[in-house]
């Protein structure tokens, strides 16, 4: 591995710099990548639209283009991990999420090298780079505060999501049948959204609507799947073994949710603290509907990542969407992506809201309490989708 490259002095993100060194080096990485960018745009199809395919392609010779810069050298079947490094210390420079997505991008095209055998550095090179980049794409700057007993229980106490478990908790009361599959029958929909704050009508004849978080009151649905809301909680649930379910029915765990009724102790903050982190999960990875978009899930993970952090992000800034001609040229192709990303991620993050789990004022913030199940979630989200 070659030391010279970090005394090499920083010309700066390319992003930001349209005359920088690293655009001579386009055309090589380009006709490097020729051979086998068919076989890589199918293995992207298998995991993305064809539209997020392409969009990832470009990335990748922008990405490959600054590395190739770095080193002086274009490799575009290995990396330096010294270089790497470096260029990662730039994309954070732009924002945590910017690298959070590089490095997923990054993963996804090593994984491709090695199981299309074109990978041409060592083993060890390769578990090297790709600890790297898996520590770029999962590392949380999320603060997880020390509080008080009784502190932590007042701040419990003054979230919305505990009183809607509780009465979701209270609606299933002793027992209720369930679906095979586990979920709410279409008989009581009605009623088990009405338990955590949603009026909505039953046709089962309906077509499927535009899934909100919070639809309209008197809404019409005909399945749980138009119901995220009902489903974040209902999983969140059965994740934290307050329900369980056997024989298509579904009982209390009585120890987990006794626990869950109480207003103080270790087994309360507890119980609460798993439920929160199965909301967390659910709406990151489920809430998107049915062609979930991973950018947008990988975004809107970053942006609650920094909320939960010191230093957490200015809402105008994290909701804004580049206007056309506003990005560098190299950064033109991430357009469309943006113009769909930043408003899905949105979306996201105002759901999360209306449950309490992230404040949206000037900044976006997390509460404290809530800091320890995001940084868990966030984890399992980020092995959902590396998986």
Known sequence: MSKSVTNKARGGHPGRNPSAAASKFENQVRTAMRPYTAQLRAFFNERHSPTDSEAGIEGLVTLLTVHARLRDKV????????????QFTDLRSIGDE???????????????????????????EFKSVFDLLSAQGGESPVVVPELDETSADA?????????????????????????????????????????????????????????HWVPE?????????????????????????????????????????????????????????????????????????????????????????KAGSANPPPTAVAFSVPTPGELNPEQAHLQPMLERTVPGAEALLRAVESEGMVRIGKHIRVPRVLRGPLERALTRVAEELLS
């Open 75 to 86: 490799a575009v079947s290995e990396f330096d991990r010294d270089a790497l490094a470096i």
């Open 155 to 211: 701040r419990w106490a003054k979230l919305p999501m505990v009183g809607t478990a509780r009465a979701l908790l209270g609606w299933v009361g002793s027992c209720r049948e369930v679906t095979p599959e586990g979920l709410v029958l279409q008989s009581d929909l009605v009623s088990a959204a009405a338990a955590v704050g949603l009026v909505v009508l039953l046709d089962p004849a309906v077509e499927a609507p535009t899934v």
């Open 217 to 305: 009151a008197g809404a019409t649905i005909a399945t749980m799947s138009q119901l995220p809301k009902l489903g974040a909680y209902w999983d969140a649930l059965l994740r934290a073994g307050a329900l369980v379910i056997r024989d298509e029915k579904v009982t209390h765990n009585p120890v987990v949710s006794e626990a869950l009724f109480a207003d103080s102790g270790f087994g309360a903050r507890g119980a609460k603290d798993l439920v929160a982190e199965g909301i967390y999960t659910h709406i990151l990875l489920n809430a998107v509907g049915p062609n979930a978009d991973h950018t947008i899930v990988q975004m809107a993970a970053a942006l609650l990542a």
């Open 98 to 124: 910017v690298a959070v997505a590089c490095a997923s991008m990054l993963r996804e095209f090593m994984l491709f090298l090695a199981e299309s055998g074109r990978w041409t550095s060592s083993v060890e």
